[in-house]
Structures are given as C-alpha cells and as structure tokens.
C-alpha cells in the first residue's frame, strides 16, 4: 500500500475492508498504528514545527548511530539539543553517540523510509 493520504485515514479505510488485508498489509498497518501509539505516549500529544537542520540530522539518526564529535556546528548542537529535549534522540551512557528514538521515527514516518531490512528487524 503505496498511500500518500494522512496514515488515520489509511487506518480508517482498512478497518472497514479489514476481511479483503493481506497478512502483510495488516501486519504493517498494525505496526505503524503501534509504532504511533508509542511515540504518543513518550512524548504525549505535542505538534510542534521541527527545525529543518532538526529533521536532517533526524533523517540521518533513522540510519544509525552518529557520532556526537562530527556535529560541530552551532547550527547542529541547536538540532541536538532540540531533539533530545523532546525526546526525538537520546546520547548513549558514553554520549559519544546520538540515536534516534522511537518517537523520533515517527516524526515523517522515518520508520517507513528506512530500508526493508532495518524495519523487518524492528518488527520482530
């Protein structure tokens, strides 16, 4: 299901044909659904404008692990700042590293645009 539409209305359209659903298509939209809930409850019902150097450095945590050493500028110890203070990303115990969160994967529906090996993973 390649949708563009908001994923509520996915959601609200596939619970009226729920009989005529993949397996897979269900299982996904069963993930999504809980992969939002979560992220609801982390970081509760707070719509805010993400700053685009933010939503970069976000893009590029969905990847993996970025060392906090390689973000030098002014501009991305902004974005750090903003998305651990929101519970978009978080520093390992050594904070050498900035991840990305559950929450954070969902802002963009990251979580749909990583590759399909990352998200099968995640999904068992």
Known sequence: MDDKRPFSDQLMEAAGRVEDLSHDELARLLYKAAVRLRAVHVVGVRLEHVPVPAYHLLRHLAQGPVPLGSL??????????????????????????????????????????RGGQDAQEDRQ
């Open 72 to 113: 030098g500028s002014r501009d991305m110890e902004t974005a750090v700042a903003f998305l651990v203070s929101r519970g978009l990303a978080e520093a390992d115990t050594d904070a050498r590293h900035l991840a990305i969160t559950p929450a954070g994967r969902e802002i963009g529906e990251i979580a749909d645009e």
